[in-house]
């Protein structure tokens, strides 16, 4: 390969500086899996480590480092992937979740950079992010979750192609022919070959169907979690072994489950349905017996509640290990590869997974979830000449990390918003955290209607764990050192005290260093029923809506219209069939996700009513900057949503008894800076604090109750003031 010498700027002008050594830049290939436990490694010593060894993984340990505080910022696909393209947590690079995210493809990325810096560039296999690939010269991607047999494979035309095969196999291929045609001495190079194993759900190749056959698995310790000493809302996700399961998807079983037996049903192996007849026959041969046994040992009533998650593991573990065997030689033919070929020498090899999984730990499978089996990655690096062979490091290191390490290893400038950091100083090292490193990592997750796993974030240091979670609004704190199963939180030991303090102080600061705005951030309340019911029926009436020309929008104030403000409604606006959006606790990141994902736009009132702030307050006592720009993102929503819509805007109402409460005087903050919306044309501003208050300032409980929401009397106000405001306005 051609010898490039790096150019610096020097401050007296241009001057070309040749770089001591004059180094080649390096090549990258990065292998990335979906799903891989940092547990199935077994360079990372874990549970199975004897069992399913990862030997050919395992070598970029012996001849790099392997990162043992190695996470993710949002332990999910789609987040994970545009975390590790941008540098940048996920409400930065706008990709937070997997339900409502499109990957914004016009952004600065790692390999567009590196391509536009004289790299060539190449992705094979799992993409996720739904729109097109951007940055690379060369792609070929799984539309969405792909499948292991017989994948689809998109192509850079836009068309589909579909290849007989097992995927990890056939990216594998892919990812070798292109580094085979490549032109020697060419371009420097990033290879990203991305496997789709070992997600869920596990079918391994052919050739590793029976590799645990007959062995008994280890189990987690703790498998039969009861999710005592730590939040509830534990208790409330759907991604346990013993219940969540399915009978045909996850455990490969035929037909339907029996009635009562303890599996989820409903979701089908997909996997079985796209091998042809041969494939077929060696599934049924590998899996049938066992199979036909089990089942008839389920209706013989032989399976307690516990032997029966037993089984269940058995199979999962199997067939897990049994996937990321096929990932791990693909990781050997490639390394061989780059023996063989000689450019392993200048290649930067990376071995990670968009985030970790549970093997079984707190008797789940799947992720999500900010404890420590989902929240790492597996991280391995092998750069000859600048990592020592056998680094263990123990720095900590996080996805948005990869794209600066990538900039500074080819020599380009990391721009100044990314947010993560460059691993070199680490890698020069010895893996050992340089003097300023970072002193812990900042983590979120936003909710999802899967598994049903709440919106909660957190930081980790080298010791603990802090973590919030959104519904509740509650603390947790582990203390990994004396307890890293994480099966008790500490938050309320007096004894920690001091800790608790000093990580919320952390968590403040790293939530205002990444710029985390939540009240920007549009997110639903996944987890809490009744308001995902809410949500449905809501979705519902938008869709069906017949002239409806009045539409309140807002939290549990707006809400109140059905039940203490109901006759008024019926008496005063009914003849305008209005809507009433207003949600019990919503905030506004609430409201902007509903007016994204509520079928909003089968609405065209003529006006929309908006009360929204007051448990951004409540709730967080948010700065009153924030709250008003969540304000204004949901008007800019709306003007762009429905352009004829008159938006009757109201100042969050007063609360608490006296002048001197300290969320009346936020929300009287938030107050003075949402009046400059508006512009008496679209939006028109309706104050009504002078109606409620006395002039000391107090609130009267006749209008609230609870310093906080309207009795009858108070509706009434709003009424008194509303009607005239929507005659003035065509009503
Ligand atoms: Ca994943």
């Known amino acids: 390969m051609m010898t490039r010498v790096r150019c610096l700027l020097s401050a007296a002008g241009i001057a070309l500086a040749a770089v001591a050594g004059a180094e080649e830049r390096p ?41 043992e505080r190695s996470y993710c910022a949002n332990s999910i696909c789609g987040p994970s992937r545009a975390c590790v393209l941008t540098g940048k947590h996920s409400h930065m690079n706008g990709f937070i979740d997997n339900e409502q995210c499109v990957f914004d493809g016009s952004q600065p990325t790692f390999p567009k950079t590196l391509q536009q810096a004289g790299y060539e560039t190449a992705l094979v296999g799992k993409w996720h992010l739904i729109s097109k690939p951007t940055g690379f010269d060369y792609w070929e991607v799984l539309p969405d979750q792909g499948f292991y047999y017989n994948p689809d494979f998109q192509q850079m035309d836009g068309s589909v192609k579909r290849v007989r095969g097992y995927c990890t196999d056939l990216i594998t291929d892919k990812a070798m022919a292109w580094l085979k045609e490549r032109k020697p001495g060419g371009k420097p190079f990033v290879l990203m070959c991305q496997h789709k194993a070992p997600h869920r759900n596990w079918v391994p190749a052919p050739r590793h169907y029976g590799l645990f056959k007959g062995k008994t698995l280890p189990e987690p310790d703790s498998l039969f979690d009861d999710y005592r000493d730590r939040s509830k809302t534990l208790r409330k996700q759907a991604m346990t072994i013993a219940k969540d399961i399915t009978w045909s998807h996850d455990m490969l079983l035929p037909g339907k489950p029996p009635e ?27 899996y049938g017996e066992e199979n036909r046994r089990f089942m008839e040992n389920l209706k013989a009533g032989k399976f ?37 070929s000689g450019l392993a020498k200048n290649t930067i090899v990376v071995y990670a997974s968009d985030q970790g999984f549970y093997l079984g730990e707190h008797g789940w499978y799947d992720k999500r979830w900010m404890f ?21 490091s123990k720095a900590l290191v996080q996805n948005i990390d990869y794209a600066p390490t990538f900039l500074e290893a080819a020599g380009v400038p990391v721009p100044a918003d990314i947010q993560g950091k460059s691993l070199l100083p680490v890698f020069k090292n010895a893996g050992e955290a340089p003097a300023g490193w970072r002193e812990a990592i900042y983590y979120a997750y936003y909710g999802e209607r899967t598994h049903q796993v709440p919106m909660h974030d957190g930081v980790r240091d080298g010791r603990y764990k802090l973590m919030f979670m959104d519904p509740g609004r509650e603390w947790q704190l582990f203390d990994l050192e004396k307890d890293p199963g994480e099966m008790r939180s500490v938050h309320a030991d007096p004894a920690y005290r001091p800790e608790l303090e000093r990580m919320r102080a952390l968590y403040l600061k790293l939530r205002g260093d990444y710029q985390v705005r939540s009240s920007l951030i549009p997110v639903r309340r996944a987890s809490e029923p009744a308001w995902e019911e809410r949500f449905a029926q809501k979705a519902r009436q938008s869709r069906q809506a017949k002239n409806c020309d009045l539409v309140f929008i807002g939290d549990s104030i707006t809400q109140g219209w059905e039940k203490p403000g109901k006759e008024l409604w019926e008496k005063n606006f009914a003849k305008w069939n209005p809507l009433n959006l207003g949600f019990s606790g919503d905030r506004t990141e609430h409201v902007l996700w509903r007016l994204k994902n509520g079928n909003a736009n089968a609405l065209k009132p003529k006006v929309a009513v908006l009360l929204i702030g007051t448990n951004n307050t409540g709730h967080f006592m948010r700065p009153a900057d924030e709250t008003a720009s969540g304000i204004k993102a949901i008007l800019d929503d709306l003007r762009k949503r429905w352009p004829a ?17 300290p969320m009346r005087k936020l929300n009287d903050g938030i107050n003075s800076r949402i009046a400059g919306f508006a512009d008496g044309k679209t939006i028109h501003l309706l104050d009504l604090s002078g109606k409620f208050l006395q002039p000391d300032g107090t609130l009267p409980a006749e209008l609230m109750p609870d310093r906080l929401h309207l009795s009858p009397a108070g509706y009434q106000i709003w009424v008194d003031a509303l009607l005239p405001k929507l005659a003035e306005l065509g009503l």
């Not at 010593?45 to 970029?60: E, K, M, S």
């Not at 990655?377 to 000449?385: H, S």
């Not at 819509?645 to 409460?661: C, F, H, Q, W």
């Open 27 to 67: 090549n990258i290939v990065f292998i990335f899996s979906d799903d891989h436990a940092q547990a199935a490694i077994s360079a990372y010593q874990g549970l199975f480590r004897d069992v399913a060894p990862t030997p050919n993984i395992d070598r970029l340990a012996a001849h790099g480092a392997i990162f």
């Open 260 to 286: 009562g037996s303890g599996f989820a049903g409903q979701m089908i192996n997909g996997e079985y349905l796209r091998m042809d007849a041969a494939q077929k026959a060696e599934f049924d041969a590998a």
């Open 304 to 340: 307690d509640a516990a032997a029966l998650t037993r089984w269940k593991y058995q199979r999962y573990i199997k067939n897990y290990l049994a996937c990321v065997r096929g990932v791990d030689e693909s990781v050997g033919k490639l390394l061989d590869y780059l023996d063989a």
């Open 372 to 392: 420590e089996q989902s929240l790492s990655m597996p991280l391995l690096v092998r750069w000859p000449g600048v990592i020592k062979p056998g680094v263990r």
């Open 645 to 661: 819509t008159k938006i009757v805007m109201l100042s969050i109402l007063p609360r608490g008894p006296n002048a001197e409460d």
